[in-house]
């Protein structure tokens, strides 16, 4: 009987040391197991954001590059079509001599082509900005907001610190910033209600950072619900495919204001 | 193991460790949810009947029936920190399985098993419950998209599992050790070992309650 005694307290202490090391390699197992699996999900996300974005990256140059076509053929042909009838009403003279009519329907033909002509050409110029492509990110906004500040919508000023940086952007980085300023100049005139507005480039050695800010009503305090907006939208897919982040500011009655943060190194 | 070796580790090393996760849950308190507020009450419940059952030893008094209630309001505890993590249709299960228990632990005490007796019906059955909702939180978790590390609940369940399953030969065999004193004493600073590191991994998860968690029931 003491033996079969002493044999289950043997027995016990093995089962309870068994079963701990059991169960400590079932914890540890689950463990490598659970981080493993983390790590392949993490991984699959990644690659498909990957892929996401190069569809956003594939749609914006289509896109871009679909504007500058359509810019150009506005600028070059229907442009250049308009002006040669310009000319050609000019040019003609009716057997009739200086009738009135004549001259009054010429003269206001004449302002109707020129306006047609200006207006051509300012689409043209927002389809594909010259200016961005020959005298680069700075020039472009710059002429932009004095385009706007002539036409007394909004007063706008813009603070560049940083000229050389912003010189040697690439188009694709630069296209995607001006786009962005475009359209929250866009969004101050048509939204906001804004007398004044301010835009600062800044920028070190890893980033560019701009500041967007309006005199406006600014962004209600739900921020998500400003983001749903088309043209946010555009925005962030615009930063998205740049890798620039943007911190956008609840501002309710005081502004808006926005600080975008685009990484030199990825440039 | 000599009965002096023994008693310096059980009365005076192993009881205190169970301040260690009481005062990391005490650091942090205010943000401990609900299911490790419940384990913290837990665990200042188990200290203290730990420490009531050692000043009776003291006197001499037999502590074995104090188990009988202790394994009542032990599976009561992780039963309802358990459901916390299942929607709330299982409550159901879990409240059926309480009062079960609970029954179940009245008529052993009175019936079956005697007070100087351990209760080594009930407590194997409330501690296989036990790794059984353990197992199906851990089950749970897999799906989690979270690294295992950084949820504090795993800690406190790894913690509960490697203690009711390493400890569940000594229930069913308590009432064998009885019969030699001296050699049921390494068995129970086994048991006092494996008591040591779920104290440890609660802690650990109490620590970790500095950042905020998210409870997902299904």
Known sequence: ?267 | MSIAVFNIYAIYIVPPTVLIPIVFALLNFNKLTTPLKLIFWYLVFSGLFNLVAILLIYKHHTTTWMLHVYAIIEFICHSVFYSTFFSKKKWRVFLVLMISFTTLCIVNFFFIQNKIEFNTYTRPIGAIIIIIYSLLFILKQQNEEQKWGDNIYNWVNAGILLYFASCLFMFIFSNYLLASPDVSRTVWAIHDTVLIFEYLLIAVGFYKCRTPQTISSY
């Open chain 1, 1 to 267: 009987m003491q033996n079969t005694t002493d044999n289950i307290f043997v027995l016990v202490a093995l089962g309870m040391i068994g079963t701990f090391l059991l169960v400590v390699s079932f914890i540890l197992f689950s463990i490598r197991n659970q981080n493993k699996l983390l790590k392949q999900r993490q991984q699959f996300q990644q690659a498909q954001i990957e892929h996401q974005k190069d569809l956003l990256k594939a749609v914006i140059e289509s896109q871009e590059a679909e504007r500058k076509r359509i810019g150009q053929d506005l600028h070059d042909d229907v442009g250049t079509t308009i002006s040669g009838l310009r000319l050609l009403i000019e040019m003609f003279k009716p057997s009739g001599g200086e009738d009135k009519n004549y001259q009054d329907f010429a003269q206001s033909t004449k302002t109707i082509i020129d306006k047609i002509v200006k207006d051509v050409r300012n689409i043209s110029h927002n389809l594909s900005p010259t200016t961005l492509r020959y005298y680069g990110l700075a020039a472009a906004v710059n002429e932009h907001c004095t385009i706007i500040n002539q036409s007394g919508k909004l007063e706008i000023t813009l603070n560049n610190s940083a000229e050389k940086v912003l010189e040697n952007l690439p188009i694709t980085t630069s296209t995607a910033i001006y786009r962005v300023m475009e359209e929250l100049l866009n969004n101050t005139i048509k939204h906001s209600g804004a007398s004044k507005a301010g835009i600062d480039f800044n920028a070190d050695d890893k980033l560019i950072t701009i500041d967007y800010a309006d005199n406006g009503k600014g962004l209600p305090e739900d921020i998500e619900t400003a983001k749903k907006g088309m043209g946010m939208q555009n925005i962030e897919s615009r930063l998205l495919n740049i890798n620039a982040t943007y911190n956008l500011q609840p501002y309710a009655g005081k502004g808006f204001q926005i600080k975008i943060e685009c990484p030199i190194d990825n440039i």
